[in-house]
């Protein structure tokens, strides 16, 4: 079945480290969706890219999409201790209604000050 | 109110029990999905509305579970004869009309934890 894997699983860094997270779909995907979820909290909403090869920024995170449209990257430079949380790509559900989403199981990141 | 708010936000029940939970989204989102997550997992699709109407549900969700959406309006979510492995954190996540395929954006709300003794 469809499947969306993220590696690594667990990251530690140290304030000020970089960070990256790499999401990789067993299928094509029209697009990829971003989303963080702090500790005790609930998905919440980064970045949607679409294009193949797209590059998007939000500040500190980089966001990038394969050419291919089967994976896709998100870099945080310099992390801050707000960074702290888990990192889920997700992209739409093969075969399901516009808007389903399967999710990765997400990469947690800790931030050591 | 600007988010997507679920309630009870915990509940603790016996084995063989019933349990509904209640969903409200962002008002003029007329989708809305239920997802399941348990710890160190991402979110696992249940079902899905668009306006009132029901069009997908997940071949891995069991006949004990059973969602309405009555109105267009708030979700009901109901697990009968709940088991242990039940348990689990879940979420309700809202959507606008779908206008463009850049329009896939998910609102989850606070999410309904679930334990089952």
């Known amino acids: 079945g469809q499947q969306v894997m993220q590696i690594p699983q667990y990251q530690h860094v140290q304030e000020g480290e970089d960070f990256t997270t790499y999401c990789n779909s067993s299928?094509?995907?029209?697009?990829i969706q971003w989303y963080k979820q702090r500790p005790g909290g609930h998905p919440v909403f980064l970045i949607q890219l679409v294009k193949s090869g797209e590059v998007k920024k939000q500040k500190r995170l980089t966001f990038q999409f394969g050419e291919a449209k089967k994976n896709s990257s998100l870099h945080i430079t310099a992390t801050q201790t707000t960074d702290v949380g888990t990192y889920f790509c997700?992209?739409?559900?093969?075969?399901?209604?516009?808007?389903?989403?399967?999710f990765g199981k997400g990469t947690k990141l800790s931030v050591k000050p | 109110d600007t988010g997507v708010s679920q309630d009870p936000r915990h509940k603790i029940t016996k084995r063989g029990q019933n349990v509904t939970f209640r969903c409200d989204p962002i008002?003029?989102?007329?989708?809305l999905y239920w997802y399941r997550q348990t710890l160190g997992q991402g979110p696992e699709f249940l079902t899905y509305?668009?306006?009132?109407?029901?069009?997908?549900k997940s071949r891995l969700l069991s006949d004990r579970f059973s969602a309405e959406r009555p109105k267009g309006s708030f979700s009901t979510l109901e697990i009968q004869r709940t088991e242990q492995g039940d348990s689990a954190m879940y979420l309700c996540?809202?959507?606008?009309?779908?206008?463009?395929?850049?329009?896939?954006?998910?609102?989850f709300g606070p999410g309904t934890r679930l334990t089952v003794l």
């Open positions: 299928t094509t995907l029209s697009n």
């Open positions: 997700a992209g739409p559900l093969w075969g399901g209604s516009q808007g389903n989403l399967i």
């Open positions: 509305f668009q306006n009132e109407a029901q069009l997908e």
């Open positions: 996540a809202s959507s606008p009309p779908l206008l463009t395929p850049s329009t896939d954006t998910q609102y």
């Open positions: 008002s003029e989102h007329n989708r």
